[in-house]
């Protein structure tokens, strides 16, 4: 085994930065190439799909690309395996299916807008407002095509964690308030008031953003600017969510009467030809809508409490969760042997093993990536990240997949070496201390020496 140098220790829980290309945001039109093919991004108008289009762009999924289908922590899709010949089918299939994705920025609601009990602020009415308003500067080439801009109607199924550039969140009956540059908590706030004064504050924003050079994000406009734009910025007192604002998995009443089911794809990934039969038993069962949100989840729509608790039993059975406390949410695991042609390994089966036998691992301070090449499509990000390679795996303690590994372990070693790391955990792990820490902690050359001691 060999120690590498280049990962450090120091952002287990870190936001990731992308193994994009810079700026680059991959579209139904735009595909990007990855690992395994070209990969589209799309997220629906409204963040809303009937149940049947959702099954229509899961068949689509499959017969133009490799049918992997995800849903991103920010909740938008994503069709993977696609190649150039077959892109195109897709965008076609998904408008027959009267799928509309509307161009320019991303404008993400929250995911139960419009029918969550307690919500306080229509999000949908606040979007309207902004397209018709400053439909010119949203559809400019000139704005940064991943700039986000965010819509949070308060309730119980907010996006307070989902970071933005930019975001309007509902603070109270009829008033709302314009932050930019991070989530509920770490953004800066510039004005309140009511959805039009809103809307003209998000307005002045994309003026700002275009009048200061093409691409440009909110996080590079300068205090000053801010000022001049905002005059009365410093006097808009932050207000706080109040309680646990993260969307719950598992059901959920709603405002109409009915039920929402929320679900994780577990490892972050689904096959359509797992997705495809169970909504079609969730659309038998009564369920009328999908909407993706936040934490690779979806929320199926429309449902009685009975049908909610049918399909939350069955889920599992489909590569889905509807368990808060599932392990299995803490692990990413791309398409793998049998599904990518460049996977050196069953990466899913692999991920199930380390349910099973490596709890110790899977507390959510860290993400655990099984990845079946160095490409690392389905994590782009740090975490604990097991490579599938010629000869092996590779190990590495805190990094993407394509880093310089921390230990080299033969292909039959790799369950007890991540067994050996979840018992290493277990053991030396202080009071209240997490995964990640403990690891850190006990630092790289100690867990190496426990990985080779056995
Ligand atoms: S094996 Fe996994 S990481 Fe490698 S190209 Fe295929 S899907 Fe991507």
Redesign the pocket.
Known sequence: MALGEKTSFDSWNEPPSSGMRRGACPTLVAPMQ???GLLARLRPDGGILSAKQFIQLTDAAQRHGNGIVEVTSRGSLQIRGLRTETFKGLAADLAAAGISVPSGPSIELSPLHGLCANEIGDPAEVEALLRANFAAELLSPNLAPKLSILIDGGGICGIDEVSGDIRVTAIDHGVWQVAINGNRQSAQTLATGCATVAVAAVGRLLHLLLSLGRHTRCRAIEQESLLSAFPLMDMVKKTKASGDRDPPVGTLALKNGSVALCLRLRFGQIRAKELVPFLRFANDLGATEVRPGPGRAFFLVGLTPQSALALSKIAPEYGLSADQDDPSMHIAA???AG??A???YH?KTRAERTVETAPELLDGSMVVHF????????HPHRGLSIV?ALDGYQLILDGQ?RDIPDAQIAGGDIDSAIERLARLVKNERQAGESAAACLRRVGKADIIKALRQG
Do not use: Q
Request: glycine share 22%; proline share 0%; charged share 10%.
């Open positions: 990855t690992g395994d791309c398409a793998g599904a990518c460049s996977a050196h990466t990845s079946g090449c160095a490409k690392g499509c389905a599938g997949a």
